[in-house]
């Protein structure tokens, strides 16, 4: 139990809400004082003493009842639990372009659709909220009135969980740094995880740090450092922000399970959940980590559930048991891969040590092909990255890799591996990519502005044009690494594109392929999603990603690219036609 000098927890609360003393809560409680004929101060601290002693008793005195627990949990859910009517139009339009991309076609969003989203949203923020309420009402939670009040209302504040690089870098790289996002009207995340040992260790610290600043300062000792991974300053500084937000993330992911050689032990096992099983076993093996899954909660874990089977790794903790969440497959039915297994890492990357493992559980499913680069990939980095933390320098093999020059590096997380962008940081890239090109670094471009300069060979980076309707007088670089985006386009008249391009084209408004020459290969996907004619249109050899034709009403005379990474958009074609097409182009992950 936290033991701190008397009232000075309620200075502390004082000092961070300066009129919640005034507020109407605590001035009623004096006036019930008052009519009832006890003393009563006008001190702040002793007035936030009084009204969290009736906070107490209300909830401690009936946590056992029930209908007065209901009650209390629904005033919190009716105060800080987003409305439906709050839940912003983006979110829905999210949800549309997530299904597309997993291959899902265009969802319509119905009333109905929005419904059911919005009660999922809805009931996953009472859920979270309402773990925190049972947690700081029992035995378990043996902390004074004032740290019970002061998490409770930061975690409200507190929105979405974020693992990320930090900036200092020691012997094994980058520090590890997590943050919550602030919480706003129209958050539709969950509250935050909580976590039994963070929170203790969190409340502990700031409560030495309070009891330390009350000494005369001859008498101040440095406070012991609890934590793993920051040194003396650094932890001396976060104590300064008094932030629960920051304390706590960062003792989050300082769980030693999840420290570098708590993941460096990869032994355990797979546990599966099956299709159309009650979600509650899934979700409770996940609370408490710091996991950016959805799956944690359990309108997504039911969902999820009722899509198809579902896989999790657990990694041993120091007792030897299997508990430590490490991978995630959902499975489409039973025999399909989802959407792409998830790690632990930022972004739900796979972290540094567990990729054989998943590599091994791949080999169990008929669609593991689709994966197999995905996990090279991933290896490839990691190797790298050993080289780079052990001072060697990057080959012209490894920078090739790094850059993305000849494919995409794929992996299995939301955003692209952070150990990548850590390892060109602080690099020339126009100096690296010369060299690697032998091109001349003025030929070389990094911004929009260079791109279209003229005369550009390689432009390193991504092109959004979106909001051009005409490529008169557009000169673009002969190859681009990245995306480039045209979608405002209606008419080629005019327009030249790079010969390669190594993430996707853009050109879904354009309705007829009368001027247009693609280029020879694309590294994403290609959307050419208005044209309802393939006259004269030749397809790039390769894409990497879909190829979306949906509005096209003939195949006649098309031939296919020899390689398509992802799936084949054919919507308007008649099923004999798509038939036909399976069994000309066998290669083809998906024809739809």
Not at 45 to 71: C, F, I, Q, S, Y
Not at 283 to 311: H, M
Not at 315 to 321: A, H, K, L, V, Y
Not at 342 to 355: C, E, F, H, T
Request: hydrophobic letters at 30%; glycine letters at 8%.
């Amino acid at each position: 139990m936290i033991n701190i000098m008397s009232l000075e927890g309620e200075r502390f609360i004082h000092q961070k809400e300066g009129k919640l003393h005034t507020s109407p809560p605590v001035e009623h409680e004096q006036e019930r004082r008052k009519r009832a004929g006890e003393e009563t101060s006008q001190k702040p601290a002793e007035k936030l003493e009084n009204w969290m002693d009736v906070l107490e008793r209300t909830h401690m005195g009936h946590r056992d009842d029930p209908k007065v627990m209901e009650r209390i949990k629904n005033h919190y859910h009716k105060q800080h639990v987003i409305a439906p009517e709050e839940i912003p139009e983006g979110y829905f339009e999210n949800q549309r372009q997530l299904a597309r991309e997993q291959g899902h076609g265009d969802i319509e969003i119905t009333d109905k659709y929005r419904n059911e989203q919005s009660e999922i949203i809805v009931n996953d923020q009472k859920k979270s909220l309402d773990k925190w309420v049972n947690y700081l009402i029992s035995d378990d939670a043996n902390y004074p009135s004032w740290a019970k009040y002061w998490a409770f209302q930061s975690m409200l504040k507190m929105g979405k969980f974020k693992k990320s690089e930090g900036e200092e870098q020691n012997s094994e790289g980058k520090k590890e740094a997590a943050s919550f996002a602030k919480r706003k009207k129209d958050t539709i995340v969950p509250f935050p995880m909580l976590n039994a040992r963070a929170l203790s260790e969190t409340l502990s610290v700031v409560e030495a740090n309070i009891n330390e600043k009350q000494k005369a300062k001859k008498d101040r000792e440095p406070i012991t450092n609890t934590s793993t991974k920051l040194n003396d300053t650094e932890f001396k500084q976060l104590l300064s922000t008094e932030s629960f937000s920051k304390i706590y993330a960062q003792f989050l992911i300082e769980m030693p399970e999840y420290s570098t050689e708590g993941l460096k032990e990869t032994r355990g096992e797979w546990v599966k959940y099956d299709q159309g099983s009650a979600p509650e076993a899934l979700v409770k093996s996940l609370e408490g980590y710091p996991l950016e899954w959805c799956t944690a909660n359990i309108a997504a874990a039911r969902t999820q559930l009722n899509g198809g089977d579902f896989y999790v790794y657990y990694s041993i903790d120091d007792t030897g048991e299997a508990k430590i969440p490490r991978l995630a497959i959902r499975m489409d039915g039973n025999n399909k891969i989802g959407e792409d297994p998830r790690g632990i890492a930022s972004d739900q990357n796979l972290d540094p040590y567990i990729g054989d493992v998943l590599e091994e559980k791949l080999n169990e499913f008929p669609d593991k092909e689709a994966y197999k680069k995905k996990s090279s990939d991933m290896k490839r980095v990691t190797k790298i990255e050993d080289r780079y933390k052990a001072g060697e320098e990057l080959s012209k093999e490894d920078l090739s890799f790094l850059y993305e020059l000849d494919e995409k590096i794929e992996g299995f997380g939301h955003g692209k591996d952070p150990r990548i962008e850590e390892m060109l940081e602080g690099r020339d890239p126009k100096e690296d990519l010369s060299d690697i090109l032998n091109i001349p670094k003025e030929r070389i471009s990094t911004t929009k502005e260079e791109a279209f300069s003229g005369d550009i060979a390689y432009h390193h980076g991504d092109l959004y044009l979106d909001s051009l309707t005409s490529a008169e007088g557009l000169t673009l670089p002969e190859s681009i690494g990245g995306n480039l985006d045209l979608d405002g386009l209606t008419s080629a008249e005019g327009l030249t594109l790079p010969e390669s391009i190594g993430g996707y084209l853009n050109l879904r408004s354009l309705t007829s392929a009368e001027g247009l020459t693609l280029p020879e290969s694309i590294g994403g996907y290609l959307y050419l999603d208005s044209l309802t004619s393939a006259e004269g249109l030749t397809l790039p050899e390769s894409i990497g990603g879909d190829l979306d034709l949906r509005s096209l009403t003939s195949a006649e005379g098309l031939t296919f690219p020899e390689s398509i990474g992802g799936d084949l958009d054919l919507l308007s074609l008649t099923s004999a036609e798509k038939e036909k097409l399976r069994k000309k182009y066998p290669q083809h992950n998906s024809i739809f």
